[in-house]
């Protein structure tokens, strides 16, 4: 029996032969994972996550949820499946209580269980005590709670959120990201974002996404190891100069550039082990008398990684072109 | 119960609910009344009830249109995809979406007709024949019903409310005012209205059967090429 719960094959969808929302896109998310599906606004996440619901058909291509093909009317399928929208929109007379019963009812589970499994959310997302308040007047983050509650409902196999954090104040991103942690412990998680930092808190593996087409595809470690670069940034305090004059004679320094009066680029000789040019640098930093502020590896965020990996694409889009 | 009556419920529920319900019945109500008490002793229960009836045809398919021609479009984006996303099948939703603006349609018209018809018996004598009068109903209630399922079709098919809505007065009032004209008077609402009187006073003609049929057979095309027609399209 396979493990990938999700295997997106050559996926393409083109709207109205005008419009390739997404390109021959290949990807799979095994059981019990967190997917992070990144890409910068109007990359065509929102439309592969259409397609992997079942909600437009692809023009080419093919989406396999659990081992089957899922289509418009897989409605079995989605019984096994939690979705969160952007934005979620939900009908503003009906209150909490009443628009998750009926979300029950829509996943065909019963009375009782509908009860029991309604109050249990509506506790776990914190609206208990908006439990019977009409939803049209709820804040963005009340919304998401309900919709991440809705999303729950059916105790679903495969969790698909789309900017599940989009919208919301520090604290309902924080609290959002540790229910999905949670909930990763458990099921398999897609969650797409153009938020890096949730992506690099929460997911287990990537997949990027730009202008339709998959740039990336393997665990945050990989895509960080695949920018890596051999330089630091390094903070000090006191006289910046005389750091500078001295790296000038370092042998396994290649180059540097001051960021701000505290702040320097260095590139490492590649010949030299990294660890060995940081310690030497450090050696440096001391021998000059100057105080050490922090270290950091110019390519350690997953932002780098991101926009390193679009540039990539664009340049090699533009040669393709010349 | 399955999705279907889940979808049929909560759309009920959120219809008869709304300011525009409370505002439509009030008003029609009172319309009735005064024209009841208005016709009393002038008018004969045969000109009464077809001139009441005659309201849902001219004036409050205005409302019908409204209803019925935004009940897919103005659900398309995140709201339709928070519900297609369930357990929920295409047809389960769209047919769902026909029975309870159908549903919607006739409890509203046998809510107002009941008060229009019961007033009038109440008050006026004679000139009218029971099943007559029942088949009067029963015509301008399919009437209202083939108004609802081109609203809900055409809401299916246009790609915003706007447009469906549009869409549907046009074709409405082209087929009560132009068909005739047009000698296509066995689809025309407008014709329709010309037969209540006699059929009220209890003489059936062959032309109320073939109206009848006539207007059965929209209903039933248009449920079932737009049904078929939401099947298939990107939502």
């Known amino acids: ?322 | 119960m399955g999705p279907f009556w889940a979808i049929v419920q909560a759309d009920l529920k959120g219809l008869f609910r709304s300011r525009i319900t409370y505002g439509w019945l009030l008003a029609a109500v009172f319309i009735q009344v005064i024209r009841t008490l208005g016709s009393h002793g002038t008018g004969t229960v045969s000109d009464i009830v077809s001139s009441g009836l005659s309201d849902f045809v001219y004036i409050w398919a205005l409302v019908l249109i409204g209803l019925s021609a935004s009940s897919v479009s103005s659900e398309s984006g995140e709201l339709a995809d928070s519900i297609m996303s369930k357990s929920v099948t295409r047809l389960d939703y769209v047919l769902a979406k026909f029975a309870s603006r159908i549903a919607y349609s006739l409890v509203t018209f046998s809510l107002v007709t009941a008060v229009l018809v019961g007033l009038c018996l109440k008050l006026e004598v004679g000139s009218y024949d029971a099943a007559g009068l029942i088949a009067a109903i029963l015509l301008v209630a399919l009437a209202l019903v083939t108004l609802t399922t081109l609203g809900v079709g055409l809401s299916v098919a246009m790609p915003s409310s706007v447009t469906a809505i549009v869409a549907l007065l046009v074709l409405w009032y082209t087929m009560t005012v132009l068909f005739p004209v047009a000698e296509l008077g066995l689809l025309s609402p407008g014709n329709l209205l010309s037969l209540l009187p006699g059929l009220v006073k209890g003489t059936f003609s062959w032309d109320v059967s073939e109206t009848a049929a006539a207007f059965a057979a929209v209903s039933v095309a248009s449920t079932a090429l737009s049904s078929a027609y939401f099947y298939t399209k990107d939502i």
Request: contains cysteine.
């Open chain 1, 1 to 322: 029996m396979t493990n990938q719960v999700i295997e997106a094959e050559n996926l393409t969808k083109i709207f109205d032969e005008k419009l390739v929302a997404v390109n021959n896109l290949s990807f799979s998310v095994e059981k019990r994972a967190i997917y992070g599906f990144l890409g910068p606004n109007g990359a065509g996440k929102t439309t592969t996550i259409r397609l992997l619901l079942g909600l437009i058909r692809p023009t080419a291509g093919d989406v396999r949820i659990f081992g089957e093909r899922m289509t418009p009317s897989s409605s079995a399928l989605r019984m096994r499946m939690g979705y969160l929208p952007t934005n979620p929109k939900f009908p503003p007379k009906m209150t909490p209580i009443t628009y998750l019963d009926f979300v029950g009812r829509l996943f065909r589970l019963g009375s009782e269980e509908r009860k029991n499994r309604l109050s249990e959310l509506i506790r776990a997302v914190g609206l208990l005590g908006d439990s019977a308040r009409e939803i049209g007047g709820f804040s963005t983050g009340m919304l998401t709670r309900l919709g991440l509650a809705a999303a729950l409902m059916n105790d679903p196999e495969l969790l698909v959120l789309d900017e599940p954090t989009s919208g919301l104040d520090p604290s309902g991103r924080k609290s959002t990201l540790e229910l999905i942690e949670e909930l990763g412990k458990e099921k398999t998680i897609f969650v797409s974002s153009h938020i890096l930092g949730d992506i690099d808190r929460v997911c287990t593996s990537v997949g990027v996404i730009s202008q339709g087409k998959s740039i990336f595809s393997g665990t945050i470690k990989e895509i960080k190891k695949s920018i890596r670069s051999h330089s630091v940034r390094i903070e000090v305090e006191g006289e910046m100069e005389k750091l500078c004059t001295a790296l000038k004679g370092a042998k396994w320094v290649k180059g540097f550039e001051k960021r701000s009066d505290f702040a320097l680029d260095i590139e490492f000789d590649p010949s030299t082990a990294m660890a060995d040019a940081v310690k030497e640098t450090l050696g440096l930093v001391s021998a000059q008398g100057l105080d050490l502020i922090s270290v950091s590896s110019s390519s350690s965020s997953i932002e780098d990684a991101f926009v390193k990996l679009l540039r990539d694409e664009e340049s090699r889009g533009f040669l393709r072109a010349t």
